[in-house]
């Protein structure tokens, strides 16, 4: 039974133990208070806002609270001062997040979130408008103030006093009568990736006693961006280290100083490397500090140096005309001029032209790259000749024991080629072979321009220059196997006269020796016929 009894007090203690500090999702609707619910919450309590107005100035003291917005739009849910003579939220706890809120109405030196010896609390994601300070931060470490809009406010956005290790990161402090984000006598704190612009007085101000404060990857864009009265340790950018910044580059190093007219030092400044940090040191004014990394804008499309010209050619010599593909192989460039003519006139402004070369001769081709940093140039030669003559004719003599052989012969050609057969010349040498029923032998019968009876048949224009005569072989007149058998109407035997080129009567001087050779026919048929 003892034992029965112990283990049934330790189930009732571990069963009240569980109920003790239970966190809680208490809802609140406009028209009812914030400020009941929460002086009846317990740590831990979630206190969820549905959208609407609520008209009231509230204290939270106690830890460990979460009071935010059911949408999660600081749009909807608003919070505005019924009395504009004391701090909207007033915070005096520890452990406490604020988000999604807007909050609004006070003025002079009252406050939209008012942080009074808070530690580790997280304000996040609100819209802190119209106020007389934005964010108040007195005598509190280890806060988080982060994604908020700061604007409109009579005094700063965001002002520490005597607070420590807070971090302040990508919040917008835009438009305050006074100061962006003012640090005073607060020591290690990180600003990062803040956008602070359109400040009246001063983007950002330090005060001499506020020491080992972090400041870097911010947006200054302010007509004043700094007022930094020294202290000790400050710095104002981090050593540089791959990541995007604040303004698009892919390093992070310092701020970046713009001015609303584009003319802070980071709208003009150099960047020769391309690496989105400008070749020189911000000078801070009137202070002992500097921003050795500022920031570039990446979209300022900053040339990486001056240019390098360099290019190349699919070919640099040839035959008129000669076609040349350019590729270009510049760096840092963004404008090309090429001269093709050697004559300093530009050609092309194209990156990578063609250019035809139709005269003959020896070109220098110039491509000049040019960008904001200067131009540069290279040179190089295009050699373009003669064209390639196309001829395949051969009007020279050709060994008669070459011509038999020939195999070049076309016999449905109009012309008798490359035969030799060119009484204009005098280099033709045909030979007719074979025996007619005559008796004659014309084996011995040339054409040389004048017949052995001394007949010049020059006059004849016998010009084979696309054929081949030849007495064998596959040439243009084979009298060894061609023959005109049979008899014509007048009884003339014709059988062994051979008889080639019938396709070629068309050929000068060819009808010359056909007109003979029948004469002679017919004078001896007539001489032998009986009763003659």
Same mark, same amino acid.
């Given at each position: 039974?003892?034992?029965?009894?112990?283990?049934?007090?330790?189930?009732?203690?571990?069963?009240?133990?569980?109920?003790?500090?239970?966190?809680? =999702? %208490?809802?609140?609707?406009?028209?009812?208070?914030?400020? $009941?619910?929460? /002086?009846?919450?317990?740590?831990?309590?979630?206190?969820?806002?549905?959208?609407?107005?609520?008209?009231?100035?509230?204290?939270?003291?106690?830890?460990?609270?979460?009071?935010?917005? #059911?949408?999660?739009?600081?749009? +909807?849910?608003?919070?505005?001062?019924?009395?504009?003579?004391?701090?909207? @939220?007033?915070?005096?706890?520890?452990?406490?997040?604020?988000?999604?809120?807007?909050?609004?109405?006070?003025?002079?030196?009252?406050?939209?979130?008012?942080?009074? #010896?808070?530690?580790?609390?997280?304000? =996040?994601?609100?819209?802190?408008?119209?106020?007389?300070?934005?964010?108040?931060?007195?005598?509190?470490?280890?806060?988080?103030?982060?994604?908020?809009?700061?604007?409109?406010?009579?005094?700063?956005?965001?002002? !520490?006093?005597?607070? $420590?290790?807070?971090?302040?990161?990508?919040?917008?402090?835009?438009?305050?009568?006074?100061?962006?984000?003012?640090?005073?006598?607060? +020591?290690?704190?990180?600003?990062?990736?803040?956008?602070?612009?359109?400040?009246?007085?001063?983007?950002?101000?330090?005060?001499?006693?506020?020491?080992?404060?972090?400041?870097?990857?911010?947006?200054?864009?302010? *007509?004043?961006?700094?007022?930094?009265?020294?202290?000790?340790?400050?710095?104002?950018?981090?050593?540089? *280290? =791959?990541?995007?910044?604040?303004?698009?580059?892919?390093?992070?190093?310092?701020?970046?100083?713009?001015?609303?007219?584009?003319?802070?030092?980071?709208?003009?400044?150099?960047?020769?490397?391309?690496?989105?940090?400008?070749?020189?040191?911000?000078?801070?004014?009137?202070? @002992?500090?500097? +921003?050795? !990394?500022?920031?570039?804008?990446?979209?300022?499309?900053?040339?990486?140096?001056?240019?390098?010209?360099?290019?190349?050619?699919?070919?640099?010599?040839?035959?008129?005309?000669?076609?040349?593909?350019? *590729?270009?192989?510049?760096?840092?460039?963004?404008?090309?001029?090429?001269?093709?003519?050697?004559?300093?006139?530009? +050609?092309?402004?194209?990156?990578?032209?063609?250019?035809?070369?139709?005269?003959?001769?020896?070109?220098?081709?110039? !491509?000049?790259? $040019?960008?904001?940093?200067?131009?540069?140039?290279?040179?190089?030669?295009?050699?373009?000749?003669?064209? %390639?003559?196309?001829?395949?004719?051969?009007?020279?003599?050709?060994?008669?024991?070459?011509?038999?052989?020939?195999?070049?012969?076309?016999?449905?050609?109009?012309?008798?080629?490359?035969?030799?057969?060119?009484?204009?010349?005098?280099?033709?040498?045909?030979?007719?072979?074979?025996?007619?029923?005559?008796?004659?032998?014309?084996?011995?019968?040339?054409?040389?321009?004048?017949?052995?009876?001394?007949?010049?048949?020059?006059?004849?224009?016998?010009?084979?220059?696309?054929?081949?005569?030849?007495?064998?072989?596959?040439?243009?007149?084979?009298?060894?196997?061609?023959?005109?058998?049979?008899?014509?109407? *007048?009884?003339?035997?014709?059988?062994?006269?051979?008889?080639?080129?019938?396709?070629?009567? /068309?050929?000068?001087?060819? =009808?010359?020796?056909?007109?003979?050779?029948?004469?002679?026919?017919?004078?001896?048929?007539?001489?032998?016929?009986?009763?003659?």
């Amino acid at each position: 039974m003892n034992r029965l009894a112990i283990l049934l007090v330790v189930f009732l203690l571990i069963t009240l133990g569980s109920g003790i500090g239970a966190a809680a =999702e %208490v809802y609140v609707q406009p028209g009812e208070s914030i400020q $009941t619910v929460l /002086d009846n919450a317990a740590s831990g309590d979630v206190i969820i806002l549905k959208p609407g107005i609520y008209t009231e100035n509230i204290k939270i003291d106690k830890n460990n609270l979460v009071i935010s917005s #059911e949408s999660g739009n600081p749009d +909807d849910t608003i919070i505005t001062a019924k009395s504009s003579d004391n701090h909207v @939220i007033s915070l005096q706890a520890n452990n406490v997040k604020i988000s999604g809120l807007e909050i609004t109405g006070t003025k002079n030196s009252y406050a939209g979130i008012y942080l009074s #010896e808070c530690n580790n609390c997280i304000i =996040e994601n609100n819209k802190i408008l119209n106020n007389g300070y934005g964010i108040y931060l007195l005598n509190s470490k280890g806060n988080k103030l982060s994604n908020n809009v700061i604007a409109n406010n009579e005094e700063n956005g965001i002002l !520490l006093s005597t607070s $420590t290790n807070n971090t302040i990161f990508g919040n917008t402090a835009l438009d305050n009568k006074d100061t962006g984000i003012h640090i005073s006598t607060s +020591d290690g704190n990180t600003l990062t990736g803040n956008n602070i612009s359109s400040n009246d007085v001063y983007g950002l101000f330090v005060c001499p006693e506020s020491d080992d404060n972090l400041i870097y990857n911010n947006n200054f864009n302010n *007509t004043v961006n700094a007022e930094i009265q020294n202290g000790v340790g400050n710095a104002y950018n981090t050593a540089k *280290t =791959e990541g995007e910044n604040i303004v698009g580059g892919s390093y992070l190093g310092g701020n970046f100083w713009a001015e609303p007219e584009g003319t802070g030092f980071s709208d003009t400044a150099v960047d020769a490397d391309g690496d989105g940090i400008a070749d020189s040191e911000y000078r801070i004014s009137q202070s @002992i500090y500097s +921003d050795q !990394l500022p920031l570039i804008s990446s979209s300022k499309q900053q040339q990486s140096g001056p240019p390098v010209a360099n290019f190349k050619m699919n070919n640099s010599d040839g035959s008129a005309p000669l076609p040349v593909q350019f *590729t270009d192989l510049s760096e840092n460039t963004d404008s090309w001029g090429w001269d093709f003519e050697s004559d300093g006139k530009i +050609d092309s402004t194209e990156e990578n032209p063609v250019h035809v070369f139709t005269t003959i001769g020896t070109y220098t081709i110039t !491509l000049s790259a $040019t960008n904001k940093n200067g131009t540069d140039s290279k040179t190089a030669a295009v050699i373009v000749t003669h064209p %390639v003559e196309n001829s395949s004719v051969n009007n020279t003599s050709e060994d008669p024991e070459t011509i038999e052989n020939s195999t070049s012969a076309n016999e449905s050609s109009d012309n008798i080629t490359n035969a030799g057969l060119d009484s204009q010349s005098g280099s033709g040498v045909v030979n007719l072979n074979g025996e007619n029923n005559a008796g004659i032998n014309t084996s011995g019968a040339n054409f040389n321009g004048e017949n052995n009876s001394g007949t010049n048949t020059s006059s004849s224009n016998l010009n084979t220059s696309n054929s081949n005569l030849n007495g064998e072989n596959n040439a243009g007149i084979n009298t060894s196997s061609v023959n005109l058998n049979g008899e014509d109407n *007048t009884g003339i035997n014709t059988s062994s006269v051979e008889y080639a080129l019938e396709n070629k009567t /068309d050929a000068p001087g060819f =009808e010359i020796v056909y007109g003979a050779v029948s004469l002679l026919a017919v004078f001896l048929y007539r001489k032998e016929k009986p009763g003659n």
